[in-house]
């Protein structure tokens, strides 16, 4: 699913749908089968099994098939099934055929609209009006889903470790704090941090809801992100069998888990691609590699590693092509399966083992990026560059990129510092982005500077290494303190609107999804670590203002809760970061808000506000019962003016030590007026009490 945007506005789910470009709802991920034709297939023996498998070849001709084989088989199923079941109108599921069911302790909710009760273990199959038996379906379903979580939970056993580390590498001892409280939020440490324990509960959740039906646009299967229910269809369990295990229904449980895939990552991440990686677990599943449509980028990084193009390898396989009817030369597939076994192999353990722990490990960042970079495999390429070398050039090739090293290092830091984030805007329902993403910009950069597609290949592996890899982990300073905040803004939008109640253009099923509590603690999170940005910004501004140089790389401590923002950025002039000699004089200033100790310092010889303050260069003022000063003023040389900095607290008067607030001013006086200012007194008010304030 591509990256969804301003769908909120949306006058209807419709326009919603046209507006991100996608087939399905925001909230809708598919399963998507290829096209097919034929009969079904026809056996004279007694089956036993349930009546939407019997159309299937008997289990031991499934068993002894081909890869190519199976293909044929699950695409031969598709046409006669829609032919039969399609149906564009509304099905109510009222008095429908149901069932409660225990998998792995979690009770599923089983809807079968096709099918209505007729008595003693017998049910009505509408379509074609003739009475099955309920128990081969239930003992096929329940064996089916169960199989799937199994499947499901096999290929995620590992990645708690996995992510786990990453968390602890990132805010070292988070597990030793994660149930800290974060003060005033209702939300802990962990809330931020995000380790995980993933059971396989969590793959079919507790009231889990499945549908077992058709659906009228031909899909194998649909889950609704974060309403945990589940659309699989009989399409989906024939192809399944044919598989052999439950791969359709496994790629839904990982959408379908909240832990993987949830509120706000859907609005960056190529969740598709995450879910696929369980996909090609089943490496004699071929066509998964070389044509479904959720893995175009794990080909095009095999193409430009490993030289192997699941393009060319799908021509070659085609012998002769008659609109929709195709014949396949099996002998090549074959010749080719060791080549596609390997790449399979090799994205698989990039994904599993280092993309995805990493990008659960350290989300809110990882979002931030992909926002900024306009890229949503970014972990992908990411994992890949840290890994594998490009493919090897031909020695003219590699003589010029060897030769022009610091030159293309020069033009991979020359796009970095040019880059702006583009902008998406929709029109009449269209989704454009205006400006070059930075994948873009650097292939740009790369031709005009005359390299060919395969040196562009790998000068983009160096940009990727170079900008984003630092030794061993990831260079979270990738991202410039405003970079981070002009992706987090990017997605919070979207999620402001998706949690605004009185948004009455939300979709309905943005409204359910926004009332859950775990998505509402998510925002909430998610919300504390925006601000946490801002005052990191204000910060840095301050500090820079002051003529100070301070490092505006984004740093993973911003978002540990333990970090006092206000001290990573130090707005204070050098001298006075230590103050240890006694006041010059501690002056009690008394006001309606209560009384204000105001402490003046001496600390560098010459140095002054103005030449009636007697030498003073520094001043803290203190509201009683404070330990953190409400303002701070300190003199500066003739280049950079003497500031003030000004907490007015919120709702009031606090001490968190956040300065809203920077002025220059020229005496000692106007702090005293300032201080006054806290409260009402002689028409003077918080904000208001300087003669010529200036905002910076």
Not at 14 to 21: I, L, V
Not at 471 to 487: E, K, R
Request: aromatic letters at 10%; a negative charge; one cysteine or more.
């Amino acid at each position: 699913m591509k990256r969804l945007k301003n769908f909120l506005g949306a006058a209807s789910l419709a326009a919603a749908m046209a507006a991100t470009g996608c087939t399905y709802v925001i909230n809708v991920y598919s399963t998507t089968p290829g096209a097919g034709t034929g009969a079904p297939h026809q056996t004279q023996q007694i089956d036993e099994r349930p009546h939407y498998l019997q159309s299937l070849p008997p289990q031991e001709v499934i068993d002894a098939m081909t890869p190519l084989q199976k293909r044929v088989e699950s695409l031969m199923q598709l046409s006669g099934a829609r032919e039969e079941q399609d149906n564009p109108f509304p099905v109510y599921m009222n008095g429908c055929a149901r069932a409660d069911l225990d998998i792995h302790g979690s009770t599923v909710h089983l809807f079968l609209p096709f099918y209505t009760s007729a008595g003693e273990g017998k049910w009505r199959y509408r379509p074609d009006n003739t009475l099955v038996d309920s128990q081969p379906i239930l003992a096929d379903l329940e064996a089916v889903f169960e199989d799937a979580v199994n499947l499901a939970y096999e290929e995620y056993a590992k990645h708690s470790e996995r992510t786990n580390a990453v968390v602890e590498r990132v805010f070292p001892n988070a597990s030793g704090v994660k149930n800290t409280p974060i003060p005033g939020t209702g939300l802990t440490y962990n809330d931020i941090f995000g380790l995980i324990d993933l059971e396989k509960a969590n793959f079919l959740p507790d009231g889990a809801n499945i549908i077992f039906a058709p659906d009228e646009s031909g899909i194998y299967a649909i889950t609704q992100l974060e309403r945990n229910t589940i659309l699989y269809t009989p399409d989906a369990r024939r192809s399944d069998a044919i598989w052999g295990r439950a791969w359709v229904l496994a790629h839904e449980l990982v959408h379908n888990n909240t832990i993987l895939q949830n509120m706000p990552n859907l609005l960056e991440m190529d969740l598709e691609l995450q879910a696929y990686t369980l996909d090609i677990a089943n490496r004699s599943n071929l066509f998964l590699f070389l044509k479904h449509v959720y893995g175009s980028q794990v080909r095009e990084a095999a193409l430009r590693y490993f030289g192997v193009d699941a393009s060319k390898i799908y021509d070659n396989l085609v012998k002769l092509k008659f609109n929709n009817y195709i014949e396949m030369d099996e002998q090549y597939l074959m010749q080719m399966a060791p080549t596609i076994v390997n790449m399979v192999d090799t994205f698989h353990g990039v994904m599993m083992e280092k993309a995805l722990p990493e990008y659960q490990g350290f989300m809110p960042w990882w979002l931030m990026a992909e926002a900024y970079f306009r890229n949503d495999s970014l972990p992908l390429e990411v994992g890949a560059a840290a890994r594998f070398n490009p493919i090897t050039l031909t020695p003219q090739q590699m003589l010029k990129i060897t030769q022009d090293r610091q030159k293309i290092d020069r033009m991979i830091d020359n796009v970095r510092e040019d880059y702006k984030m583009p902008e998406v805007a929709s029109f009449f329902g269209m989704t454009f982005t205006r400006g070059d993403t930075f994948e873009d910009a650097v292939y740009k950069k790369a031709k005009i500077a005359g390299y060919d597609k395969q040196q562009c290949d790998y000068i983009y592996d160096l940009a990727m290494e170079r900008i984003f890899i630092s030794g061993d982990g990831i260079n979270y300073g990738a991202l410039s303190v405003p970079n981070a905040i002009q992706g987090m803004d990017d997605f919070m939008g979207i999620f402001d609107k998706f949690m605004d109640e009185e948004n009455d253009e939300r979709p309905r099923f943005a409204r359910d999804i926004a009332s859950k509590p775990d998505v509402i603690r998510r925002y909430a999170a998610y919300q504390w670590m925006q601000d946490r940005l801002e005052t990191a910004a204000r910060y840095i501004r301050i500090s820079e203002n002051a003529g100070r140089h301070p490092d505006v790389r984004f740093n993973p401590a911003i978002f540990d809760p333990r970090t006092d923002v206000t001290t990573m950025y130090r707005v204070t002039p050098e001298y006075a970061d230590n103050v240890t000699s006694s006041p010059l004089e501690t002056r009690t200033l008394e006001t309606t808000a209560g009384n204000y100790r105001m402490e003046t310092f001496d600390l560098v010889s010459g140095l002054e506000f103005s030449s009636s303050d007697n030498g003073v260069d520094f001043v803290r003022v203190f509201h009683e019962g404070d330990s953190r000063p409400r303002i701070v003023a300190f003199a500066q040389d003739n280049k950079f003016g003497n500031q003030m900095l000004v907490d007015f607290g919120t709702n009031g008067l606090n001490t968190d030590g956040t300065f809203d607030m920077e002025y220059t001013i020229d005496s000692l006086n106007q702090v005293v007026r300032m201080a006054n200012g806290f409260a009402p007194s002689e028409g003077c008010s918080a904000g208001t009490c300087l003669e010529e304030p200036e905002e910076e």
